[in-house]
């Protein structure tokens, strides 16, 4: 089904429920970090930034100040900075990428490409501010640049949610990687039955 948030705002939801055929079960996620089995061990957060949060530079991969913590409930790796406003060399905003494991060798920038484009972050005032990256799809993303929207409902604890109707839970995050301003969700998790939803932003409700 096709949902608009409210009429103020363009971000358009798409939400795909992938149930089970003919009766057969579906499998279900669990709390279990399925994206650790084959992900990274540590996601860094390189960039404009990192000078301003005790690293001896910027564009440092390596630097534990600006690494990523992974959340075993959300599946996501995610961490809060305060970022300065024009602190890039054109004196216009932040600037940043995502780097795995230390070095350069593995990076994804804009659209969650492979060694794509710096992801401009251009704050007003100095701010904390919330960066997300999903080793599912490489995408890395912060909740200034791009509403954070999950799908937050009676079915959470299925997704392997601890608690359902929490909007802090991942595990139904609505993602648009390729930003075109369309957000959407997909999982065959649930089994067949009826739900309620609500979208909540940025973790609240």
């Known amino acids: 089904m096709n949902l608009r948030l409210n009429p103020f705002s363009r971000l358009i939801l798409i939400l795909v429920v992938l149930t089970s055929l003919a009766g057969l079960p579906v499998l279900s996620t669990t709390p279990i970090a399925s994206a650790q089995v084959d992900g990274p061990e540590v996601v860094g957060l390189p960039g404009t930034h990192q000078s301003e949060l005790g690293c001896s530079g910027d564009w440092h991969p390596d630097c534990a100040a600006t690494f990523l913590t992974y959340d075993a409930e959300d599946d996501v790796w995610q961490a809060t900075f305060n970022i300065q406003?024009?602190?890039?060399?054109?004196?216009?905003?932040?600037?940043?990428?995502?780097?795995?494991n230390?070095?350069?060798?593995?990076?994804?920038?804009?659209?969650?490409?492979p060694g794509g484009a710096d992801i401009a972050l251009v704050v007003p005032a100095a701010q904390d501010v919330k960066f997300y990256y999903d080793?599912?799809?490489?995408?890395i993303t912060d909740n200034f640049n791009t509403p954070i929207a999950v799908a937050t409902g009676d079915f959470q604890s299925e997704l392997g949610c601890q608690n359902d109707n929490?909007?802090?839970?991942?595990?139904?995050?609505?993602?648009?990687?390729?930003?075109?301003?369309?957000?959407?969700?997909?999982?065959?998790?649930?089994?067949?039955?009826?739900?309620?939803?609500?979208?909540?932003?940025?973790?609240?409700?």
């Open 135 to 139: 080793h599912k799809i490489n995408w």
């Open 102 to 113: 230390k070095t350069w060798d593995v990076n994804y920038g804009a659209n969650a490409s």
């Open 85 to 100: 406003p024009g602190n890039d060399s054109d004196k216009k905003g932040a600037r940043y990428k995502v780097a795995l």
């Open 166 to 205: 929490d909007p802090g839970c991942l595990r139904s995050w609505l993602q648009d990687p390729d930003g075109d301003g369309s957000f959407s969700f997909a999982t065959t998790g649930l089994p067949a039955g009826t739900y309620s939803m609500v979208i909540a932003i940025n973790e609240s409700m």
